[in-house]
């Protein structure tokens, strides 16, 4: 389909990116698949290629570009060659939102060089083992201290994307109770070290997909953060979560759309070179049919995934238009990744085909931000029901 919302500075920038991934990343990523989590060193790299950098302003380090649409490029990219770039797009869009927004200047003075430049790693944990969605119920606690130079940090937190190898984590914790009308009162965002007393990271999870990007638990005790490491206000967390939500659920929404145009590339491709009967699995007509309606489908998700993009460049993307964009995207993708891998046959199920690695990757973006039926209630509600 022909479109708009990219213009020649995003293709300049897709093409570095395309050879970028076919030179230092395709050649090292089943390595990285069986390790777990990509190595250190790599997120070096992509800091000197400018990614951490793009909507981080220019006197801290960065480009000062603000759009979201080269991290929809290298969304593109990285689903186009079947590969990911492990916890790094965790540190940009899941921790730099509330740097650039929350941050006072001399806190952006302190943390956004070294964000930039890939020296300090970061991850958001929100999270609970009990409480899933409702993160209005979470149990981890802060408490003031009396001389109120820091908070006392207490709890746990699970699915933490990039959590094993960050060096700092957004925490989401209670500093004070929930009001009797207000159950989301009382959240706090801490910027915490990784390095400080107290401080631990458990389980490297061993998941379904995503293999090559680290999720972790974290434990809390009597971890003293410097009040000076708290972002926004005291008891406003919930509301800033609330704030970066349609980003985030903008963010998998364009990376289902782009799942779903990989799967076709590499169903086309195998079903051009399989051979059964003595003939190729194209000249089927029930492989182009399949594939063809594949296609629509697809087509229809990018027009979604870019309407949505735009309106957020635009800063107009609403709430119930990020959910909208999300369950259709998502819903998309697991149908033409599901169909795409039929066509595989049983090479399908097999680890080496990208394939296989793309339908166990896919499934959770109908959990992550906000399950489908989270998003359906969302949608709900705006439309008055």
Not at 115 to 123: E, H, K
Not at 125 to 152: C, I, N, R
Not at 244 to 251: F, G, H, T, W, Y
Request: aromatic share 10%.
């Amino acid at each position: 389909m022909r479109r708009t919302v990219f213009n020649e500075d995003h293709e300049s920038f897709r093409q570095m990116l395309r050879a970028f991934i076919e030179a230092e990343v395709v050649p090292r990523y089943d390595q990285w698949f069986v390790d777990g989590q990509v190595p250190r060193d790599f997120y070096k790299q992509l800091a000197e290629l400018g990614l951490f950098g793009i909507e981080v302003p220019e006197e801290y380090g960065g480009a000062g570009i603000d759009s979201f649409k080269f991290a929809a490029v290298q969304t593109e990219e990285t689903m186009r060659a079947g590969v990911s770039f492990g916890a790094a797009g965790a540190h940009v869009a899941l921790g730099l939102p509330y740097l650039l927004d929350l941050g006072t200047d001399e806190q952006k003075r302190r943390w956004l060089p070294d964000f930039v430049s890939g020296d300090t790693m970061y991850a958001l944990a929100m999270t609970e083992p009990g409480t899933g969605s409702d993160l209005a119920g979470m149990s981890t606690t802060a408490k003031l201290s009396e001389d109120g130079t820091h908070y006392v940090l207490n709890g746990a937190k699970t699915f933490i994307t990039g959590g094993v190898l960050a060096d700092r984590v957004i925490v989401c914790a209670r500093t004070s109770p929930s009001k009797p009308d207000d159950r989301r009162y009382g959240i706090t965002l801490l910027n915490v070290d990784t390095s400080l007393p107290g401080y631990s990271v458990g389980r490297k999870l061993d998941k379904l997909g995503l293999r090559t990007s680290d999720t972790g638990e974290l434990a809390f005790v009597d971890v003293k953060v410097p009040v000076e490491d708290r972002l926004g206000e005291e008891n406003k967390g919930f509301y800033y979560l609330g704030k970066n939500l349609p980003k985030e659920r903008l963010s998998i929404a364009f990376g289902a759309y782009a799942q779903a145009a990989a799967a076709i590339r590499f169903a086309k491709q195998y079903v051009q070179d399989r051979k059964v009967f003595g003939q190729t699995v194209a000249s089927f007509q029930n492989t182009k049919f399949e594939l063809a309606a594949c296609q629509a489908e697809v087509d229809a998700a990018q027009a979604v995934a870019d309407r949505a993009l735009e309106a957020l460049d635009a800063g107009e993307l609403t709430a119930a238009e990020a959910a909208s964009a999300k369950l259709f995207c998502t819903e998309v993708a697991h149908r033409v990744i599901d169909r795409c891998l039929q066509l595989h046959g049983g090479y399908g199920f097999i680890n080496e085909y990208p394939i296989a690695r793309l339908y166990a990757d896919n499934r959770v973006n109908r959990i992550y931000g906000g399950t489908s039926e989270v998003m359906k209630m969302i949608i709900a509600k705006d439309m008055g029901l």
